[in-house]
């Protein structure tokens, strides 16, 4: 460059650089010296606006720029929207004026042709002026579609919060890519935890293994999926609901939808009565009880069997499952005795026909001391030809249909029936098996928040044979109580959140509360401190006993047997 009494000069070849350098960015460049004179630009310029060349030649006044560009119809820069304004020729070339004589400018401004620019200017400490215009409409548009995609997203997020039914959409990997406040509650999750995981993330790999089972056909098939089952919530509460599986989207881009309509308030008012919303038994906070039922726009080639097994072997029961599926049969297994008659009230509400029942020896003897009168028929006539095959000589696999033999187990919720209650083509049970179904019908819930402690304590109530439930926290203590009151309840005293002489300070309370109404439910300290005062500590918060870790099968039974009775003292009371 050289200089010259009017200014800045450039040489041809440096305005071809210039040139070319604003078409490989795509914007258009103008240079001023510090009278602002134009020094060089590029002929980008006149794509944004309609004006003589003769303005970009070197030496041109900017001022002379400027009111060819109003004319042209650049007054709508500074409105940010495009419409004229309402001002000057001459105030709006000296509001532009000084906008070129800042140290800096940038803004985002609409022309009158519905297109956007951005507009950059820099004032170098000579007082020579770069500016640059870039035509930024296809972002604009996008930053547009994306804002206008963000309110879809935050409006369908909020119509699904005010949701009463719990909605969740799982991508093709089956993550949580969408879920309602609704469905959050029943994990008792914040939503920040539940999005982007899968389901062996959130609950035991068995029932992970079957949602996932489920979701993965329906999506490879497109075929619906719909089943009612019991959803236990983290509060020990059940919702007796109708889960629908569907498919959208497009190939390759397929989501799958699971909602839950709560159908509690109908199946109440019907012939449906659970005899407990909590179940008192180590599966019931993992795997929901349920019986498929086809979709409509499933087309079936022919009449599919129905068929419910009952056993108190769950591998067992499983593996005969599979075999009745494979063999074209829809099959559920149940394994407590108090369910079956629940479960089938649930199917003849919904009109659903059970087409055989098979019954294993131990849970037929279970349910020998119950009356299956009506409809609970098909249940016994299972029942009775289960009994009367075990009465018979033993023959090979003479158990489940095709199935192994099943182990004699203690049953676990067979209700007391006196003999004369029973029908007369039903055999007696004997007093062993009396005083293990009494045992049977006791519940207990157990606090514990350590896991092997968890496993020690349900291997110890199972081998005894009692019902039982667990919970990790005072909270879920408190709650589970509410729910369904239990006979006895083992109460750590280090937990997190509620501890356990918390937690029964709460029952206590709330016992007091209901008056004469609320039985005093015994509970007893489990811990393993040995401090002077804990006992102290223990019984003024409203605790009846006190049990040192480690815990024994036999101090357990000791204990249940002093606060609740030994089922022989049980039976002898008639």
Same mark, same amino acid.
């Given at each position: 460059m050289a200089l010259s009494e009017s200014g800045i000069q450039i040489r041809s070849c440096e305005a071809k650089t210039i040139e070319g350098l604003a078409l490989a960015l795509d914007i258009a460049i103008m240079i001023y010296d510090r009278n602002d004179r134009l020094i060089a630009a590029s002929s980008q310029f006149l794509r944004f606006f309609d004006v003589s060349p003769d303005l970009l030649a070197p030496g041109a006044r900017l001022r002379d720029l400027f009111s060819a560009t109003f004319d042209a119809g650049a007054q709508v820069l500074g409105s940010f929207n495009g419409k004229p304004r309402h001002i000057s020729r001459e105030d709006w070339i000296a509001e532009r004026i000084a906008v070129h004589w800042r140290e800096r400018y940038d803004s985002v401004e609409r022309l009158a042709d519905g297109r956007w620019v951005r507009l950059r200017k820099r004032r170098m400490a000579d007082g020579i002026l770069i500016a640059t215009i870039a035509d930024v409409t296809d972002q604009k548009h996008q930053e547009a579609e994306l804002a206008r995609i963000r309110h879809q997203a935050e409006l369908a997020q909020h119509i699904l919060n005010n949701l009463a039914n719990p909605v969740m959409v $799982? /991508?093709? &990997?089956?993550?949580?890519v969408v879920v309602n406040d609704a469905f959050c509650r029943i994990p008792g999750l914040h939503p920040k935890h539940v999005l982007g995981r899968t389901a062996g993330e959130l609950v035991a790999p068995q029932l992970a293994a079957r949602f996932e089972n489920i979701e993965g056909a329906v999506l490879e098939t497109g075929v619906p999926y719909q089943a009612t089952e019991d959803i236990y919530r983290a509060d %020990?509460?059940?919702?007796? !609901? =109708?889960? +629908?599986?569907?498919?959208? %989207?497009?190939? %390759?881009?397929?989501?799958?939808? =699971? @909602?839950?309509?709560?159908?509690?308030a109908f199946l109440e008012k019907g012939t449906y009565q659970p005899e407990s919303t909590t +179940?008192? /038994?180590? /599966?019931?906070? &993992? !795997? #929901? +009880?349920?019986?498929?039922?086809? #979709? !409509? @726009?499933?087309?079936? !080639? %022919?009449?599919v069997g129905r068929v419910l097994v009952v056993d108190e072997d769950r591998q067992r029961s499983a593996v005969r499952v599979t075999e009745l599926k494979k063999a074209g049969s829809d099959a559920v297994a149940i394994a407590n005795a108090d369910e079956v008659r629940a479960f089938l009230d649930a199917a003849l509400s919904m009109k659903l026909t059970i087409s055989d029942v098979e019954v294993s020896v131990g849970m037929a003897k279970?349910?020998?001391?119950? @009356?299956?009168?009506? $409809?609970?028929? =098909?249940l &016994?006539? #299972?029942?009775? +030809?289960?009994? #009367?095959?075990?009465?018979? *000589?033993?023959? *090979?696999?003479?158990?489940l249909k095709q199935s192994q033999a099943p182990v004699e187990l203690v049953p676990r919720a067979a209700p007391k029936q006196s003999p004369q209650s029973l029908a007369g083509d039903l055999i007696e049970p004997d007093r062993n098996q009396a005083a293990n179904s009494l045992r049977s019908r006791i519940r207990v819930l157990v606090a514990e928040d350590n896991d092997v402690n968890q496993i020690v304590f349900e291997q110890i109530l199972e081998a005894i044979g009692v019902g039982f439930r667990i919970v990790s926290n005072g909270h879920e203590a408190v709650a589970a109580w509410q729910a369904a009151v239990p006979d006895l309840i083992l109460m750590d005293i280090s937990m997190p959140g509620m501890n356990g002489l918390q937690a029964t300070q709460a029952i206590r309370d709330a016992e007091l509360a209901g008056g004469e109404d609320c039985a005093h439910v015994p509970i007893i300290a489990v811990t393993a401190h040995a401090m002077t005062g804990d006992r102290e500590r223990c019984f003024a918060a409203g605790m009846d006993d006190y049990l040192s870790k480690p815990v024994s099968p036999e101090k357990l039974e000791s204990i249940i047997e002093k606060w609740i009775g030994s089922p022989q003292s049980a039976l002898a009371a008639g």
């Amino acid at each position: 460059m050289a200089l010259s009494e009017s200014g800045i000069q450039i040489r041809s070849c440096e305005a071809k650089t210039i040139e070319g350098l604003a078409l490989a960015l795509d914007i258009a460049i103008m240079i001023y010296d510090r009278n602002d004179r134009l020094i060089a630009a590029s002929s980008q310029f006149l794509r944004f606006f309609d004006v003589s060349p003769d303005l970009l030649a070197p030496g041109a006044r900017l001022r002379d720029l400027f009111s060819a560009t109003f004319d042209a119809g650049a007054q709508v820069l500074g409105s940010f929207n495009g419409k004229p304004r309402h001002i000057s020729r001459e105030d709006w070339i000296a509001e532009r004026i000084a906008v070129h004589w800042r140290e800096r400018y940038d803004s985002v401004e609409r022309l009158a042709d519905g297109r956007w620019v951005r507009l950059r200017k820099r004032r170098m400490a000579d007082g020579i002026l770069i500016a640059t215009i870039a035509d930024v409409t296809d972002q604009k548009h996008q930053e547009a579609e994306l804002a206008r995609i963000r309110h879809q997203a935050e409006l369908a997020q909020h119509i699904l919060n005010n949701l009463a039914n719990p909605v969740m959409v $799982k /991508d093709s &990997k089956l993550r949580y890519v969408v879920v309602n406040d609704a469905f959050c509650r029943i994990p008792g999750l914040h939503p920040k935890h539940v999005l982007g995981r899968t389901a062996g993330e959130l609950v035991a790999p068995q029932l992970a293994a079957r949602f996932e089972n489920i979701e993965g056909a329906v999506l490879e098939t497109g075929v619906p999926y719909q089943a009612t089952e019991d959803i236990y919530r983290a509060d %020990g509460s059940v919702m007796h !609901a =109708i889960t +629908r599986v569907r498919r959208s %989207g497009t190939p %390759g881009n397929y989501y799958v939808t =699971i @909602s839950f309509d709560d159908v509690s308030a109908f199946l109440e008012k019907g012939t449906y009565q659970p005899e407990s919303t909590t +179940r008192y /038994d180590k /599966d019931s906070r &993992k !795997a #929901a +009880r349920w019986f498929e039922k086809p #979709a !409509a @726009s499933v087309l079936l !080639a %022919g009449p599919v069997g129905r068929v419910l097994v009952v056993d108190e072997d769950r591998q067992r029961s499983a593996v005969r499952v599979t075999e009745l599926k494979k063999a074209g049969s829809d099959a559920v297994a149940i394994a407590n005795a108090d369910e079956v008659r629940a479960f089938l009230d649930a199917a003849l509400s919904m009109k659903l026909t059970i087409s055989d029942v098979e019954v294993s020896v131990g849970m037929a003897k279970s349910l020998s001391g119950v @009356s299956l009168q009506g $409809k609970h028929g =098909i249940l &016994k006539s #299972a029942v009775e +030809r289960k009994l #009367a095959e075990a009465a018979a *000589p033993p023959e *090979p696999a003479a158990s489940l249909k095709q199935s192994q033999a099943p182990v004699e187990l203690v049953p676990r919720a067979a209700p007391k029936q006196s003999p004369q209650s029973l029908a007369g083509d039903l055999i007696e049970p004997d007093r062993n098996q009396a005083a293990n179904s009494l045992r049977s019908r006791i519940r207990v819930l157990v606090a514990e928040d350590n896991d092997v402690n968890q496993i020690v304590f349900e291997q110890i109530l199972e081998a005894i044979g009692v019902g039982f439930r667990i919970v990790s926290n005072g909270h879920e203590a408190v709650a589970a109580w509410q729910a369904a009151v239990p006979d006895l309840i083992l109460m750590d005293i280090s937990m997190p959140g509620m501890n356990g002489l918390q937690a029964t300070q709460a029952i206590r309370d709330a016992e007091l509360a209901g008056g004469e109404d609320c039985a005093h439910v015994p509970i007893i300290a489990v811990t393993a401190h040995a401090m002077t005062g804990d006992r102290e500590r223990c019984f003024a918060a409203g605790m009846d006993d006190y049990l040192s870790k480690p815990v024994s099968p036999e101090k357990l039974e000791s204990i249940i047997e002093k606060w609740i009775g030994s089922p022989q003292s049980a039976l002898a009371a008639g």
